[in-house]
């Protein structure tokens, strides 16, 4: 994926956000071994002993993170790689257990809204994910509720968005690669106001391709791939104080188009300075989008 960083433009945002915080953000560590060693990740029964993960990290204290809050309808999808809108409340009634009634009702609704936010012919929700801060409760997998995610990366390379296109459309793949195909995640809070854990967006005309380190996702039926993300002195990064249960976040991870608008934003969650001791545990659900436009019948 061909990332060219526009500092120029990306100056307008950064100049216009006068709160900005101190803080750690976590990084793919540099090193020779990503030249002849691809980063992995292991989702499959292994033998006892076996590493899951070749990843080496490291931390970059001092990093500066602008918040937004105010200033929200200056980020654009197509420009920055990520967006912010509001949602209606979360349903009361909201029960994951339930998987076909959670299918058909709201993610069902969620993809009707990209749709129309997006001016989509077709929107597919092909996976999504429960965040928490804590450990998942008894009675639990990790499976169905990870930890935040702290460390930089975007969630697919362009290889594997195709792989995923072809993996959930099976014969309608061809039809649908016609046109022009996104991979956009919906982030929201599933309790009222995130304090603890707030989720950080680096604008991605502000990252080099040579910040995007390929990475092996392997599960017991799929192979994936991501990038993770190497430190870069140009990035800026972002964040949305205090974002409330009736708010969202647009990410991008993939855009087939490749006219110079986002094809990717990395993203990672981070300790906010100012949380409070006993701030509530951050529970968020993110859906993973595909979008499709320009479809020819």
């Known amino acids: 994926m061909d990332f060219v960083p526009d500092m120029t433009s990306a100056s307008v945002e950064w100049d ?17 071994r990503w030249l002849t060693e691809k980063p992995f990740c292991l989702s ?6 076996q590493p899951r993960s070749n990843t080496i990290t490291c931390t970059v204290p001092d990093s500066i993170v602008g918040n937004v809050r105010g200033m929200e309808s200056l980020f654009q999808l197509d420009k920055n790689g990520f967006e912010f809108s509001s949602l209606p409340p979360l349903p009361q009634d909201l029960n994951f257990e339930d998987h076909s009634a959670f299918e058909a009702g709201y993610l069902k609704d969620m993809a009707d809204f990209l749709k129309k936010k997006l001016n989509a012919d077709a929107v597919f929700v092909f996976d999504y994910t429960r965040r928490c801060s804590i450990p998942p409760p008894e009675g639990l997998s990790k499976s169905e509720v990870r930890l935040p995610g702290t460390i930089a990366h975007i969630d697919q390379t362009p290889m594997a968005a195709l792989g995923r296109a072809k993996l959930h459309l099976g014969e309608k793949y061809e039809k649908y690669l016609k046109g022009r195909m996104q991979l956009i995640n919906i982030w929201r809070p599933l309790i009222d106001i995130i304090e603890e854990s707030p989720l950080a ?5 502000t990252v ?20 993770d993300v190497l430190w870069g002195e ?3 990064w972002y964040y949305l104080d205090k974002m409330r249960s009736d708010e969202c976040v647009l990410i991008k991870m993939f855009d087939s188009e490749m006219d110079g608008r986002a094809r990717g934003c ?14 509530p ?5 993110e859906l993973r989008c595909m979008v499709f436009h320009n479809q020819v019948e």
Request: aromatic letters at 8%; one cysteine or more; glycine letters at 2%.
């Open 234 to 236: 140009d990035q800026k």
């Open 44 to 49: 499959i029964p292994l033998p006892e002993g």
């Open 266 to 279: 990395p993203h990672q969650s981070f300790r906010h300075p100012a949380t409070r001791a006993h701030a």
């Open 201 to 205: 967006f680096c604008d991605s005309r």
């Open 16 to 32: 216009l956000c006068h709160e900005r915080i101190i803080t750690s953000l976590r990084f793919l560590a540099p090193s020779p």
């Open 281 to 285: 545990p951050r529970e968020s659900l």
């Open 208 to 227: 080099s391709s040579a910040d995007l380190v390929a990475a092996d996702l392997v599960y017991p039926h799929h192979i994936g791939e991501k990038y």
